[in-house]
């Protein structure tokens, strides 16, 4: 069944011309990643922080010393994660853009010797087998051009017991928030996405992307199928948002 969901998200592409989507994801990023930041903090409002911190939340027991961030864009979530006080993290993305966005940030932290920034894809991570303790993704799996492929690339890369943390949006099931967000999700957020970002395609490609994405219990399938067990699911802020956890056995 995960199969059938996945190829579904896989054909959910940014822009209608040919291209792979990765391509094509690298491509949108590039164009919208000088005001990805300030879209990101609008059009949620502020709310992704704290599912930011929620999600690393998540490591605190685990004490991870090297995290892999996937899907890094400009860096937020390995930001918040030197909360833990790792040795090494390591940011991969496949928009260049956004990688050398989150390079200046980092400088201006002075936190260049602890958090590295590297271009690269999920399905064919440029890591070593068993090199990370912990890994993370946010808001970036529906972007995985082969969604269990991607997953499993990083499950190759994480050390036996090592734990994934995903964040990833989701779409609402109850009245009326489902109602509410959809309208606003579907409507709203595009144009004004396309309004501020100048990209045409990139907030139209966001609800679809979201839409087409196996939430849930179809995802701790995918999971699963990807080598992660006592996989965990966790509705956030009325199911806008779900934050998952795995262990690599």
Known sequence: MSSIIENKAESVKPYSKEGSKTQQIATMFDNIAHRYDFLN????????IIWR??????????????ILDVATGTGDFALEAMSLNPDKITGVDISVGMLDL???????????????????????????????DAATVAFGVRNFENLQKGLTDINRVLRPGGKLVVLELSTPKKFPVKQLFGFYFNN?????????????????????SVNAFPDGEDFKKVMSAA???????????????????????
């Not at 903090?41 to 992704?48: A, H, Q, T, V």
């Not at 911190?53 to 090297?66: G, V």
């Not at 992660?228 to 779900?242: A, Y």
């Open 188 to 208: 709203i957020l595009p144009l004004l996405g396309k309004m501020l970002s100048k990209d045409d395609s990139a907030y139209t490609y966001l609800p679809m």
């Open 102 to 132: 989150g390079k200046v940030k980092i400088a201006k932290k002075n936190l260049t010797d602890k958090i590295e920034m590297v271009v690269g894809d999920s399905e064919n991570l440029p890591f070593a087998d068993n090199t990370y």
């Open 41 to 48: 903090r609008s059009l949620s409002m502020g709310i992704d």
């Open 53 to 66: 911190k929620k999600a690393i939340a998540q490591l605190k027991e685990l004490k991870p010393k090297t």
């Open 227 to 249: 080598g992660f067990q006592n996989n965990t699911s966790k509705s956030l802020t009325f199911g806008i948002c779900s934050l998952y956890t795995g262990i690599k056995a």
